[in-house]
């Protein structure tokens, strides 16, 4: 079945880092990616969306500057979370909507665990 | 304005008991409900999902009960079971494919043995 793939799965770094986090749709042509951030025990809240070979769209209140998204292609989009401070710490999810022969499909990465230290 | 809202916030079953999740939401312009089941420090996975022409939906052990007119939508998980254990998200989408899915708060089902 259709694979999003998200890496890495965690990373620690240090404060003021740049840490970048990958989503591939493996078998499939993403035609929007969408990135998510979810604190503990709380829902899934919409950072932004990204079309293929376009700017992405940010949802209100999330930095653009601090927050880079990039969709080069239709199988990979990249989240860059620039000058990482300790309250960018979270979970980061991806999820890729393909058509065509998924016949219209919405499927999620399994996720980054960020922790800025 | 959250324009899908779950309840309970969690919630403790018997194996084999049945597990309900409602949600409830404003915009009538959503056409797809999806449940998504997420498991810790992992993304969510599709569950089941409805559209908005059927009052009901069943797939095994789950089923979607859906109220249009009262604009509510619940989850039931029969003969629950600890492998059900997790974290359940209902969803609402307005392009009849969930595309740009609204989520809902979550709840935590815990299913004792």
């Given at each position: 079945g259709a694979v999003v793939s998200q890496h890495p799965s965690r990373v620690i770094c240090k404060s003021g880092t740049s840490v970048k986090i990958e989503c591939r749709s493996l078998d499939f042509q993403a035609t929007t990616m969408f990135w998510y951030r979810q604190f503990p025990k709380q829902s899934l809240m919409l950072m932004a969306t990204s079309n293929e070979g376009s700017k992405a769209t940010y949802e209100q209140g999330v930095e653009k500057d601090k927050f880079l998204i990039n969709h080069a292609s239709l199988t990979l989009s990249t989240l860059t979370v620039t000058s990482?401070?300790?309250?960018?710490s979270s979970f980061y999810i991806c999820s890729a909507y393909g058509t065509g022969g998924i016949g219209g499909k919405l499927f999620f990465g399994s996720g980054t665990q960020l922790s800025v230290l | 304005q959250q324009q899908v809202k779950q309840s309970p916030q969690s919630l403790i079953v018997q194996k084999g008991g049945i597990s309900i999740i409602n949600c409830a939401y404003e915009n009538t312009a959503f056409d797809y409900f999806p449940w998504y089941q997420q498991f810790p420090g992992k993304g969510p996975a599709l569950l089941i999902a409805i559209r908005p022409d059927v009052s009901e939906k069943k797939e095994g052990r789950f089923t979607i009960s859906f109220n249009k007119s009262a604009k509510q939508f619940s989850l039931h998980i029969m003969d629950s079971q600890p492998g059900d254990s997790a974290t359940y998200f209902c969803a609402a989408s307005r392009d009849n494919a969930g595309n740009m899915l609204t989520f809902g708060g979550g709840t935590r089902l815990m299913v004792k043995p």
């Open positions: 990482a401070h300790p309250e960018d | -």
